[in-house]
């Protein structure tokens, strides 16, 4: 893979990439439909996730809904899914900027990573890191580093061996690490990932969000 060699440029995180299966990113078409998903994978397992995921779906006979069709859903058939008050609520917020606003993939495209943060930013119930994963797994953007990431941190501070007594100065040493792996972050997070699961299953670590 082509992010390999530049990775391996930092001795620690060599040994890491070299060992893991290479990563290739996908761009999905239907950003509304990931961002919903999202937001319902939040604080649960990949296991209750899924399930969860495919109820939704399923209210839809199998097809991924349009924005209007979530907007018409009942508040009662997405709570009766497993969803919470707060995160029905998340939802339809999504589909209503949707069709506000647009968030067709072709259009953030357009967009600079930081603007498309700003652009999504207001959405309530969605929150920078959130947008983060959208850019890393939705948009396939190969430079975006998670640094309040949960995973992240832990797999930099063993890896490191960063103090982690002070959280200031924890991130500012992710920032100035990561920093040496642009244009290519996004694959040496998946790549920390990883190796913090001992895993091939990529697992992020949501950080609790401030929903405004």
Not at 143 to 150: C, Q, S
Not at 183 to 212: G, S
Request: aromatic share 8%; proline share 3%.
């Amino acid at each position: 893979m082509h992010y390999i060699s530049h990775l391996s440029k930092d001795k620690k995180l060599k040994k890491l990439v070299e060992a893991g299966v290479p990563h290739s990113l996908k761009k999905r078409k239907n950003i509304c439909t990931y961002l919903c998903a999202s937001i319902m994978s939040q604080q649960l397992s990949t296991k209750v996730a899924d399930v969860i995921y495919k109820r939704f779906i399923n209210i839809y006979v199998g097809k991924e809904p349009t924005p209007r069709q979530i907007l018409d859903t009942p508040f009662e058939i997405l709570r009766g899914i497993g969803l919470s008050n707060a995160k029905v609520g998340y939802v339809k917020n999504v589909a209503s900027f949707e069709l506000e606003f647009g968030m067709d993939a072709r259009k953030l495209q357009k967009m600079t990573n930081e603007e498309i943060i700003e652009y999504l930013i207001p959405i309530k119930g969605v929150g920078r890191w959130t947008i983060e994963m959208l850019l890393m797994f939705a948009l396939g953007r190969e430079d975006v580093f998670a640094v309040d990431d949960l995973g992240i941190q832990n797999a930099m501070v063993k890896l490191y061996k960063i103090d982690a007594t002070d959280k200031k100065k924890v991130r500012e040493e992710m920032l100035r690490l990561s920093g040496k792996w642009s244009p290519y972050r996004t694959y040496a997070c998946v790549h920390l990932w990883r190796w913090r699961d001992n895993a091939t299953v990529v697992k992020k670590v949501r950080p609790k969000e401030k929903i405004r």
